[in-house]
């Protein structure tokens, strides 16, 4: 059973350009969360989808950053215009059923975005 | 903001078990116990978790309190390969905030 897979695992952009992150979930997990981890800080919460809908993006900067998980294909993270503070390594996390006593989150290698 | 405190940094003789505590005197009823660790800057690796009962499974145990404000991880016996941040996180298991709430962590050092 395939772990979750995060793609490109290294992303290199000049300031103003636009990033895609791709996120696909272990098989039979419909619930997608995506962290950030700014150098030499903590992972952070950015926002909870389930397959075309957003549930949580509480912790999404307000500009430039949008997040999407259509009905066929991979998770999204799309920062627009980015700038050198969005120099970092994004993780995404999969776990299988919202109202399962154990919704354990599992997480993918990362991408880390790097933005010259 | 974190629920927990962990010591920033602890040392462990490799083949020793090594044992991480872990205070959330503010957890709640319906609020599970995580555990999660990061090797270097990999992704986060998902452990253990348990709700009021001690659990094990083939990485490690969990201990937790009989009041339920601290727990420990044991890992029993310590590799080089377990040297990594470890997150003890507590998260509800059901209602809308399902995110995970990562705090500082202990740097779990396995010496030779």
């Known amino acids: 059973n395939a772990g979750v897979m995060q793609n490109p695992r290294h992303l290199v952009r000049r300031r103003g350009q636009e990033a895609r992150l791709r996120c696909s979930p272990m098989?039979?997990?419909?619930?997608v969360y995506w962290y950030r981890q700014l150098p030499e800080e903590g992972l952070k919460f950015m926002v909870y989808?389930?397959?075309?809908?957003?549930?949580?993006e509480s912790g999404m900067p307000k500009e430039r950053f949008s997040a999407e998980f259509p009905k066929e294909g991979p998770s999204i993270l799309r920062i627009q215009q980015v700038v050198r503070g969005d120099s970092a390594a994004y993780f995404c996390a999969s776990s299988p059923d919202r109202d399962s006593l154990a919704d354990t989150q599992y997480f993918g290698p990362g991408t880390r975005l790097t933005v010259l | 903001d974190a629920k927990t405190t962990q010591p920033p940094s602890m040392d462990c003789a490799e083949g020793r078990a090594a044992n991480l505590p872990c205070n959330h005197s503010t957890i709640s009823g319906n609020e599970y116990v995580y555990w999660y660790r990061q090797i270097h800057s990999q992704g986060p690796q998902y452990i253990i978790h348990g709700l009021k009962n001690n659990e094990t499974n083939e990485m490690a145990s969990l201990i937790i309190t009989e009041d339920r404000k601290s727990s420990t991880l044991i890992l029993p016996h310590a590799t080089l390969r377990d040297t990594a941040v470890y997150y003890c996180i507590v998260r509800p298991y059901s209602g809308s905030a399902r995110q995970l709430t990562f705090g500082s962590g202990t740097q779990l050092t396995v010496l030779p």
């Open positions: 989808l389930q397959k075309e809908n957003i549930i949580d």
């Open positions: 098989k039979g997990h419909s619930h």
